[in-house]
Nanobody, 125 residues
């Protein structure tokens, strides 16, 4: 069982930056691919970013490419997403997720094994 706890959300002005963290419990963190999704009010959950177990492979949703950077520290059981050049449309609850398969991360997220409870990011204009 893996438990995920996100932190780092908050209120930021457009053009600003935030870094979200996701701390994972359990001794097998490095076995899992990790990722981020977000959900804005009234909208479907959207894929944001994913990273493989070693951190050497990352990919991003089209709406955040070039602005967000995903990384992980396996020694700390933590994954991060650095969010730069934030826009009001980035406002959402951001969820951390874990799955043994990197391929689980994308527009279809139904099979993902573990989810955090989310952290709210609000970008003001």
């Amino acid at each position: 069982q893996v438990q995920l706890v996100e932190s780092g959300g908050g209120l930021v002005q457009a053009g600003g930056s935030l870094r979200l963290s996701c701390a994972a419990s359990g001794p097998t963190f490095s076995n899992y691919a990790m990722g981020w999704f977000r959900q804005a009010p009234g909208k479907e959950r959207e894929f944001v970013a994913a990273i493989n177990w070693s951190g050497k492979i990352t990919y991003y949703g089209d709406s955040v490419k070039g602005r967000f950077t995903n990384s992980r520290d396996n020694a700390k059981n933590t994954v991060y997403v650095q969010m730069n050049s934030l826009k009001p449309e980035d406002t959402a609850v951001y969820y951390c997720a874990a799955d043994e398969a990197l391929s689980a991360f994308g527009p279809n997220y139904d099979g993902i094994d573990y989810w955090g409870k989310g952290t709210l990011v609000t970008v003001s204009s």
